[in-house]
């Protein structure tokens, strides 16, 4: 799987932490080999021109999703097709507020951020109470898989 990872935000990032999840999800949800992942880094400033330009809305965000090829998750019988899967671009600045918010480490809510733009660029959506359960809960299930994949490393 090609995962490039640009870092532009100023904020030190484990992006090798970030590889390997993504690496552990698009295996966990059956993504061809071949199929080719974008992860841009940016900071307050980036962010919010990209917020505006896309979803009309002020200010910075956490994390947006621009898929290209459309490609949905594999299943045991048959991987997705190879292809672009799209770009992610994260802020490191608004997952530090919310890490702190929620208690826990930048780490962990870069790779939460980044594990729920992979999700929008596979096609779930949280819009509705229905895809809203069922993108939480697969995002919390490869979180936890990862983290138990970490401990056995």
């Known amino acids: 799987m090609s995962i490039e990872i ?9 992006e090798t932490a970030l590889h390997r999840m993504m690496r ?4 966990e ?7 080719e992942l974008a992860i841009v880094l940016v ?3 980036a962010m919010e021109q990209l917020h505006v330009q896309w979803m009309d809305e002020p200010g910075p965000t956490d994390v947006l999703s621009f898929p290209m090829d ?15 899967l799209g770009d ?6 608004v997952a530090q507020a919310q890490a702190e918010s929620a208690g826990h480490s930048l780490m962990d809510e870069c790779l939460l951020l980044t594990t729920h733009g992979l999700l929008h660029l596979l096609g779930f ?10 993108m939480f809960g697969l995002q919390r299930d490869l979180l ?3 983290a138990l994949d970490e401990r056995k490393r």
């Open 144 to 146: 936890l898989g990862f």
């Open 24 to 27: 552990y999800a698009l295996q």
């Open 43 to 45: 900071d307050e400033a």
């Open 88 to 93: 992610i671009v994260l802020c490191p600045q």
């Open 70 to 84: 459309e490609l949905r998750p594999g299943t045991d019988d048959a991987l997705t097709p190879a292809g672009l």
């Open 125 to 134: 959506d949280h819009a509705e109470p229905d895809d809203e359960r069922e």
């Open 29 to 35: 949800l059956r993504v061809h080999e071949d199929a």
């Open 6 to 14: 640009t870092n532009e935000s100023g904020v030190e990032v484990d």
